[in-house]
């Protein structure tokens, strides 16, 4: 996750604050650089980290954050990843899939832990324009959190729009080089984007 998200950074796509660390005392360093509150999450590459426990959201303080690190560290390891924790937002699926026929392809849909219960995503064949990534993004069931719902500010679109489309010029560049590349969630605030988490991979 840490790394791909490097990658993501080198096209301007934005990412948290985030330090890996592999002790409590380097992990409570961590949390005074980047500031409270934090998301742990277990560095020991798992996948569908949340599913299985490995990720823990809204710590605090320093108390917080060492009985989250314990239980992590307990059965996952020492190594995890210590992360600014972002302010709620809509939250967005962006990705890269591979399809034998078309070749790369950009995938964007309504994202986080509702994304394989709601299925609500579109495909678009790169390359694509920004004209395509709108529709395909207003197309989503989902579309309405976008403008603002239940007395939530709307998102920046723009934003989420200028995401796809760097990942799009990333897939041009390296496209052959990535089996598959997930950001899941993108987390789309009303001024700017962020991608909290992210895996690539490699062909």
Known sequence: EYSSKRFLQAYGIPTPAEVIAASLDET??????????????????ETHKSD???VRLHLKDAASLSEAY???EARFGPRV???QMVSEGVEII??????PQFGPMLALGMGGILVEVLKDSRLL???TTRAEVCEALFSLRG???LKGARGRPAVDVEAVV???LRLAALAADLGGQIAALDINPLIALPTGVVAVDALIVPM
């Open 125 to 127: 064949i790169l390359p």
């Open 81 to 83: 990843l210590a992360q």
């Open 162 to 164: 200028n995401a796809a």
């Open 28 to 45: 409570l360093k961590a949390a005074e650089r980047i500031g409270y509150p934090i998301a742990l999450k277990t560095a020991a590459g």
């Open 52 to 54: 299985r426990g490995g």
């Open 70 to 72: 314990r239980d992590l």
């Open 143 to 145: 579309a309405a959190l």
């Open 94 to 99: 962006l990705g890269l899939v591979n399809d």
